[in-house]
């Protein structure tokens, strides 16, 4: 397998920042304008947040960087600094940002991995890797916090309902089929059969109307077989540090929106776990958002999830909610790219 160079620095560019900023942009001033509830007064609401919540939530996200910085380091046999593990992840989570959640920024992570030094074959299997338990999370995840926030789980709104009635309940068992679907499969396919899997794909790509991505699926099979060559044998001691960093990241990414809400309105803890429980169901939706680091369907979703918490603090919220997850890591991503290059490229690594 030979990575595409010129593809690859098409989305890890700088100047992409610039469209997703602009989309969110875009929906918050439209909710601006068109929510009467939403002033100047309303924007004043930021100063009202207990600033202790505000910073246990930027602790809490910090914590989750922290996890994925240890997570990389825990897949890789630690064959990745501390320092070069921060530069991975925060140029995966820049090409996250700027592609389209339903992409993703695999490619780029393979790239970035192989480019510090990391075999191919190692690269995909440990992209691969990531992918799958952190479908898992949400795989598993999901039907437990169905069970522990019974009947809350869904907001009563009727907003999403698109032409045939679907609900959001709908769209969020359609995507949760998807993923769920997709994660079984690339386990499947790297921990049981990989040839099996080749095989089935190829025969799929020969039907007359797909013939032309043959090529491409061939060359897909080939990398799961040396994914799966990289993963087979590894023990429970690889994998537990791995899982639980897995729930750990995930954990911490969901509890700073829980210690947003806390910083504007007291919470009872069945508040708390709904509010948890919420983000794991908008998450899944929302991964298969054609926007960019699904800016503008995340900031609409917010509204519809968490207003009921809020009692007039929705907006100031999401902004601060974006502020801490989403737009640091774009600013990051244009910030150490170039230093990147320069490490990677030009050989003068820097720890």
Known sequence: MKL??????????????????????????????????????????????????????????????????????????????????????ILWEFASAVTPSVVGGSAVAIFI???????????????????ILDNLFFVIGAPIILYFAQGHIFPASRMMEMRLGRSLEVLFWVSYGLYA???????????????????????????????KWKHSANEYGNQIIEASKELIGKNYKYWLPIVGATIFIWSSRYLMLNALIGAYESLSISEHVVIFARQVIMWIVMMISPTPGSSGTAEFFFGQFFAEFL??????????????????????GAIFLPRWIKQVFFKKKEE
Request: hydrophobic share 55%; net charge positive.
């Open 311 to 332: 009692n007039g603090y929705t907006f100031v919220t999401s902004i601060l909610w974006r502020m801490l997850s989403y737009y640091p890591y774009l600013i990051l």
């Open 4 to 89: 595409d160079n010129k593809q690859i620095f098409a989305t890890l560019n700088p100047n992409k920042v610039w469209f997703p900023i602009l989309i969110g942009l875009g929906i918050v001033f439209l909710m601006f304008y068109l929510d009467p509830n939403i002033n100047a007064q309303t924007l004043k609401g930021v100063f009202d947040g207990s600033i202790w919540w505000i910073l246990l939530a930027i602790v809490v996200i910090l914590f989750r960087d922290l996890g994925y910085i240890y997570r990389i380091r825990a897949v890789t046999d630690q064959q990745l600094t501390w320092g070069r593990a921060l530069y991975v992840i």
């Open 181 to 211: 679907s997709y994660s079984l499969v690339m386990a499947l396919a790297l921990f049981y059969k990989p040839r099996v899997f080749k095989w089935v794909l190829l025969k799929i790509y020969s039907i007359r109307w797909l013939k």
């Open 113 to 131: 991995l192989n480019k510090e030094g990391i075999k191919l074959g190692k690269a995909i299997a440990y992209v691969m890797v990531t992918a």
